[in-house]
């Protein structure tokens, strides 16, 4: 009798842990769903955007400085850029790749709208999303780093420079470091997502990049 008991104690326990795994993996399920309904929702909206250029202004601006000393040939290497992040290469989750996917997409089929102005409206729009906190600031920081290097290398000034083959009005290196992110931008998500998640390195490389070129191949 007291065998029968364990025997009814565990088939009880392990469909109780069973119905917790269903219930946990149908919570996910619904989540996923409902964070991509409210993306879907969200690129609806982004055609009907309108530009605030009070808001384009650069936060981090070490990364401004870095990169200006590369422009200048004082700096000729990605050592000790001041700009690194320590979660870079760590693991990105299911949600953060549904919110680059939709953002990276929104930019490429929006074409009269300023990406900038995505960017911000992007920001905005996500603050209520439940996702880990630590994912949710490095996603923010990710955007807002993006937002900048659009802002430097004058992205969206015009039509014509934003979408168009006309770097005449920037310089070698910003021209340089204009295409290496419009690159970014027309990429498959794969290579969007290693940018993201590798932000501060890539902006690096891109940027010494371009400055060995106007310094030696002009």
Not at 71 to 90: A, L, M, P, Q, V
Not at 149 to 171: A, K, P, V
Request: proline fraction near 0%; include cysteine.
């Amino acid at each position: 009798m007291i065998k029968n008991f364990y025997y009814l104690f565990a088939s009880i326990t392990l469909g109780i842990a069973l119905t917790f795994t269903a219930c946990s993996k149908n919570e996910e399920i619904n989540q996923q769903e409902t964070l991509e309904a409210r993306l879907s929702s969200i690129e609806k909206l982004v055609s009907n955007i309108e530009s605030n250029k009070s808001l384009h202004k650069i936060k981090n601006k070490k990364m401004i400085d870095w990169l200006n000393k590369v422009k200048s040939g004082e700096i000729k290497n990605t050592d000790n850029n001041s700009f690194s992040r320590d979660e870079e290469n760590s693991e990105i989750t299911e949600e953060e790749q549904l919110i680059y996917e939709s953002y990276f997409n929104s930019i490429n089929t929006n074409e009269n709208v300023n990406p900038i102005d995505i960017n911000i409206f992007y920001l905005d729009m996500i603050e209520d999303i439940v996702i880990d906190q630590s994912k949710m600031d490095r996603l923010t920081s990710t955007l807002i780093t993006h937002r900048d290097l659009m802002i430097y290398f004058d992205f969206g000034t015009t039509n014509e420079s934003n979408r168009g083959n006309n770097c005449g009005h920037r310089d070698c290196f910003d021209c340089c470091m204009y295409y290496k992110l419009k690159e970014i931008e027309d990429a498959n998500l794969v290579d969007q997502v290693v940018f993201v998640l590798t932000i501060a390195e890539s902006t690096a490389q891109m940027a010494v990049s371009c400055g060995w070129d106007c310094m030696f191949n002009q």
